[in-house]
């Protein structure tokens, strides 16, 4: 595992009232849980500016890592980053209709620059597909110019009426990638690759599983021709769209005008696709792991994946065990662990373990002089409630199999998670009498008149039609009209 520098040491300046107790049940209340273990992890706070939230440094430690990992796949398969404006002109927006309608309602206006109002309304940006569209027709005049493959890390602006920290927010950060192909199968196959990149580090490192598939047309990005997500299941049953892959096909060329020669000398509109995560994969990461005792963060993407806690009560004391704790920690950073020494005087043992649970420390090393004197520490793994002796010497090798292993079993427990609160569902009745229960399998007549009808009626929403399911005809659950397949309906966020 990668080393980085530390954060910090959490809690500094805090009160001891912060407490962990503080932190409401997930059986009692989900959605006050989630947000007391964001606050109370000191991850993200809310601003002045209603809907706005302020990224903590321990959240967006969380969040470089995710970067970090992030651009590293997106760079191995050839992409580069670049960035465009903020400010969209409104004359761009309104060249393709359907995208200008589908973000109508959350676009944020800029009408006046310092004492004048402008000639020309600015849309502060909702996404990038006009700007990059305007740009590419500038760029793009032959065959040899293809293909573009350009990542942006950048904020937008989505006007939020019900805005939740990290879920939806009006600004938050993410990634969009723009490309430009010469041929539809090139657009496909890199629609399908960068779904893929999703898949993978949502299950790699995030050890978040998540189901792969095509979105309805209903719930399709506006302006594009196919949808493809990754939806993952929280906690409390419900599903979180963590990432889209969008295949524009000419869409975008023929509004802008994005032409190319090519080899045989024609004209010829270029093939899009666009894809993004945001900081909403912190969100999906507190509520697939998390539990009662605070955050819970998989190894891979901790910011504190080891901390030593030094006991005792006296500088004699403490003193040798501050020596050896200091050399445990150069050995585990030079193992690529990012480790924390603890050597905070004004605060006892017992509200540091508390703290160190509340704000996901993988594995908590505790070091006090009689350890020195065995040659031993005890060690506790964040997601078990076991503790264990290990001997000095055998800390660092035992350090990183530990957070091997909490990686796994947070997949593994998340993953049977979601195998057990899964169904088929064959009528209107069991529709909804499981509607609160997880991902339903239903057949669907593929109609948005019905889709409609079922998100009005039960609360439920298609999430995606997965890849890996074995289409087979049926009957609509509502209708009874024919269907192809089963889709996933969910409530979701």
């Not at 500016?49 to 990224?55: L, S």
């Not at 993988?362 to 065995?374: A, F, H, I, T, Y």
């Not at 997880?438 to 995606?464: C, M, Q, S, V, Y």
Request: aromatic letters at 10%; a neutral charge; one cysteine or more.
């Amino acid at each position: 595992m990668n080393q980085q520098a530390n954060p910090g040491k959490p809690g500094k300046g805090n009160k001891p009232d912060a407490f962990v107790t503080e932190i409401t049940p997930r059986s009692e209340d989900f959605s006050k849980w989630y947000l007391d273990v964001v606050k109370r992890a000191e991850l993200a706070d809310y601003s002045p500016v209603k809907g706005c939230m302020v990224i903590r440094p321990y959240g967006y430690a969380i969040w470089e890592h995710i970067q970090r990992l992030l651009d590293a796949r997106f760079k191995a398969t050839g992409h580069v980053n670049a960035y465009f404006p903020l400010f969209i002109p409104e004359s761009l927006l309104m060249k393709e209709k359907e995208h200008v309608d589908g973000f109508a309602p959350q676009v944020a206006w800029v009408t006046r620059g310092g004492d004048e109002d402008l000639e020309e309304k600015l849309i502060v940006r909702p996404t990038s597909e006009v700007m990059v569209g305007t740009m590419y027709s500038k760029w793009v005049k032959s065959w040899r110019d293809l293909p573009i493959l350009i990542n942006q890390w950048a904020n937008v602006i989505r006007w939020e009426m019900r805005p939740r920290l990290f879920l939806r927010t009006t600004e938050f950060l993410w990634q969009e990638g723009h490309t430009c192909h010469a041929t539809e199968a090139e657009a496909t196959e890199e629609t399908l690759k960068m779904l893929d990149c999703y898949e993978r580090f949502a299950e790699d490192y995030m050890a978040m599983p998540v189901i792969k598939g095509q979105k309805t047309e209903s719930e399709k990005f506006p302006g594009a021709v196919n949808t493809y997500s990754i939806e993952a299941m929280m906690q409390d049953k419900k599903a979180l769209q963590a990432g889209t892959s969008h295949m524009l096909g000419q869409n975008f060329a023929k509004m802008f005008d994005t032409m190319y020669q090519s080899k045989e000398g024609q004209k010829e509109y270029v093939w899009q696709t666009s894809w993004g995560v945001s900081t909403r994969l912190i969100g999906a990461l507190i509520m697939t792991h998390s539990d009662d005792q605070g955050l819970v963060v998989p190894p891979k993407l901790a910011p504190m994946q080891c901390v030593i806690v030094i006991i005792g009560k006296t500088p004699e004391e403490r003193g040798p065990v501050r020596a050896k704790a200091q050399a445990l920690a150069a050995d585990l950073k030079k193992a690529g662990i990012r480790v924390l020494v603890d050597d905070d005087e004004t605060k006892g043992p017992g509200f540091k373990y508390a703290e160190y649970e509340l704000r996901g420390a993988c594995v908590r090393v505790d070091l006090g002089p009689k350890d020195l004197e065995k040659n031993q520490a005890m060690l506790k793994r964040r997601d078990v409630t076991e503790k264990e002796t290990v001997g000095i010497d055998a800390i660092v090798g035992r350090v990183g199999e530990l957070l091997e292993l909490m990686q796994k079993d947070l997949f593994q427990k998340a993953k049977d998670f979601r195998a057990a609160h899964t169904f088929e569902v064959n009528s209107a009745e069991e529709l909804k009498a499981k509607a609160d229960d997880g991902f339903l399998l239903a057949h669907w007549d593929g109609t948005p008149e019905t889709e409609k009808r079922i998100k009005d009626e039960f609360g439920l929403t298609t999430r995606n039609r997965p890849f890996d399911l074995k289409q087979e005809p049926g009957k609509c659950v509502l209708t009874g009209n024919p269907s192809t397949g089963r889709i996933v309906f969910s409530r979701a966020y």
